[in-house]
């Protein structure tokens, strides 16, 4: 076999051409091909589960685009899975990669997913997924996992940290830039780099062999055992690929009968394997990944540049910041390859790395800022690199219906996140905007809902959207519940209804459901809610039920869905909070009473929509909810945190004048009433925004002024938190100027009940003539030519009016 023989001298004994690699690592990757171009193996031998044989072909397909990584689950638990990742910069994908140019087979020898995913499942401990997915980057540190990757088991030696500490290093990727990323692909013997790397892992595995894993050796006993069927088959032209740690194991005598000893027993499950989609950022160690790297993006563009790898990627950055704005010019780029260089040299190092670039560019490029540092790392070291998969590859009917609609509806999932503005009188944003709340009830949180910076109608959405690798997981999981997104969905919701507990989560999800647009599932739901709301007699859950139950209605105009259903419901979880609202109110302390007023907030805003509903259909709502509210204010049992809210709702709503408004305010602040009351029901009154009322109204001012001066000393102490609390919800500009009119303290005469005159700027009792004509000209430019408008005309004094 050319160059395995020849090479005889340069390998450590006979046998299988053994290439210990750094899962990940550019420079492995780079070595391996010219190992595998030198030996010319009839077989290459990868660890990977061997279930995935049959889609190694599938790499050649022109559609598969790296990092993928090969996802195992459980066929009867989805949920139970492991992910073996492969970026393009990996050694396993580039031998998968020279396999199918040279059409030679390709085989993957790790234990068997089958076994991987049952091994778990008696200890409730994650799946070991192996090489990728487990191991560090030359393996030997189980470190944690992503959430639906595999992890080791036990914690043993790292690698890399030991042999840089050996080295003089403190920083281990330091040390391989300088040993692997650095040495150029192809110079001298193609095998050397293997052999010292297999040496250095065998005096680990000898000065460490304590901390070996049971599960690495039950690995390596498996790897074995396919090594020797290949060579039965392929006799000495075998090649292996494997992280470096295993290889004094494979090389390592064994007896057949001991390795099969390893393995017999070994849990099972029947398990399905595919490839997905997966990013770089998910390769990143931040991510959580076991056999992580810091620096993902960068180690792509090591592999991928054909030379001069500082100078193309200072370039790249530059052009990165200027993307965002910032002033960064090709004398830039030469100045901060140059101080690359210079910071090399000095710390010893034969090229510039990944420190010395990102130094020059917080120098040069960022003002010694690292503000825009972080978003090179974010964006560049890291990456928001998507890979892609073929239509051949297996995936579950959801899987592929999910695709089509993402097809359909021209969604292409990214993994940069980014915010999509939909308008959902537009058919296709519609159709987009159903998909999201239908992968939302299934737990495919693809997107995020996020606060709309245009108009707040109820035709306008804005998501936030960002796909995550583990979404395939989810998406498996979710096929259980139909092969179709909107019968899975379906399902879903009415299954999430039967063994919903609380009223308001049944209440979130018929409003799911209706954003949703998911009529087949809302008779069960709104059985189950209407169920629930008979049984519930605790008003704090009716308030908290009722304003999902009242958005929901709004939806029906742009989404064209029948809510006469939800509108009777809606309407008596409305009569049973007024009946029930007084008495719950009674006897409260300070905590409860803040909870109640923000469920008296949310029934006030449901009910002001509830009544504007013609479905509602229970007659005057607003009515007899006013009613409730004066009912409130007017009890001395019921805190004042409560009774000042409820005389502000009224006051909002022209319900109470603004004298009546200040005599109860008089009455809540009067001699009488404990100091704690009464700054309680300040903060009820004027709490919230409540700060312009006293702006405009220095009667009630007058009164807060009078009361909070003649609080006793011993009791200030003990209202002064509240009333903090109170006036530092305000904006800065209504503070300055509530200050202000304290400040100028009481008139001469008139005013009202403690009211405030005097001569501060905006606030006198009448019109400022000359500051009012100052803005004439602004009105008729808006309002029309001298002062005519549509409709009618307005002469200078009616704007003299408005400007005041």
Known sequence: MKGVEGAGSRRSGAGPLLLGVRHHGPGSARAVRAALEAARPRVVLIEGPPEADALIPLAADLDMRPPVALLAHAVDEPGRSAFWPLAGFSPEWVAIGWALEHDVPARFIDLPATHTLAWGRDD????????????????????PPTEASPAGAEVRVDPLAALAEAAGYDDPERWWEDVVEHRGAGEGDAFAPFLVLEEAMGALREAYGSAEDHRDLVREAYMRLQMRAAQREFGDGVAVVCGAWHVPALRR?????????LLKGLPKVKADMTWVPWTHRRLSRASGYGAGIDSPGWYAHLFAVPDRPVERWLTKVAGLLREEDRIVSSAHVIE??????????????????LSETTDAVRAVMCDGSDVPLALVHDRMVVGDVLGAVPEAAPAVPLQRDLA??????????????????????KETDAGRSRLLHRLRLLGVDWGAPAASRGSTGTFRETWRLRWEPELSVRVAEAGVWGTTVPAAATARAEADAVAAQALDQVTALAEHCLLAELPDALPVVMRVLADRAALDADVGHLAQALPALVRSLRYGDVRRTDTEALAGVAAGLAERIFVGLPPACVALDADAAEEMRRHVDAVHGAVALLGDTPKAGHGDLRARWHAVLRTLSGRDTIPGVLRGRAVRL??????VEQEQAARLMGLALSPGTPPADAAAWIEGFVGGGGGMLLVHDERLLGLVDAWLTGVPAQAFTDVLPLLRRTFSAYEPGVRRTLGELVRRGPGQGGGGAGGLTGGVPGFAEELDQERADAVLPVLRLLLGPDGHVPGGEKPDDELAGVAG
């Not at 901060?336 to 790395?353: D, H, K, N, S, Y």
């Not at 969604?411 to 009188?425: M, V």
């Open 124 to 143: 409730a401990t994650p799946a070991d997924g192996g090489a990728d997915a487990e191991g560090s980057a030359v393996e030997g540190t189980a470190e």
């Open 253 to 261: 005598k064994a007896t057949v009968a001991a390795d099969r000893a």
């Open 336 to 353: 901060a390859v140059r101080l690359a260089g210079t910071l090399a040299a000095m710390r010893g190092r034969p090229l510039p790395g």
């Open 404 to 425: 089509r609609l993402q097809r359909r509806l021209r969604l292409k999932p990214e993994a940069l996140e980014r915010e999509l503005e939909l308008d959902l009188r």
């Open 650 to 655: 009224l006051l909002d709503d022209g319900e």
